[in-house]
Nanobody
Framework: QVQLVESGGGLVQAGGSLRLSCAAS????????MGWFRQAPGKEREFVAA????????FYVDSVKGRFTISRDNAKNTVYLQMNSLKPEDTAVYYC???????????????????WGQGTQVTVSS
């Protein structure tokens, strides 16, 4: 069983930055694909970014390319999402997710992921 705990959300003005963190339990964190998703009110959960087991491979939804960066520190069992140039449309609950399939970092389907955090709210004001 893997437990994921997100932190770092908050309220920020448009153009600002936030860094989300996701701390994972378990000894096999370094073998997991790790991803970030988000869900705005009334909308479906949306893929944001993912990284492979080493962090060498990443994949992003088009709307965040050039603004968001996913990274991981396997020694700390933590994955990060650095969010820059935030826009009001980035407002959502952001979820960290883990997939036991190491090579699926480009698969954007939520069903690919086996474990989920409880989410952290990000609100971007205009």
């Amino acid at each position: 069983q893997v437990q994921l705990v997100e932190s770092g959300g908050g309220l920020v003005q448009a153009g600002g930055s936030l860094r989300l963190s996701c701390a994972a339990s378990g000894r096999t964190f370094s073998s997991y694909t790790m991803g970030w998703f988000r869900q705005a009110p009334g909308k479906e959960r949306e893929f944001v970014a993912a990284t492979n087991w080493s962090g060498a491979r990443t994949f992003y939804v088009d709307s965040v390319k050039g603004r968001f960066t996913i990274s991981r520190d396997n020694a700390k069992n933590t994955v990060y999402l650095q969010m820059n140039s935030l826009k009001p449309e980035d407002t959502a609950v952001y979820y960290c997710a883990a997939s036991v399939y190491a090579g699926r970092y480009s698969d954007t389907r939520p069903g690919t992921y086996d474990y989920w955090g409880q989410g952290t709210q990000v609100t971007v004001s205009s």
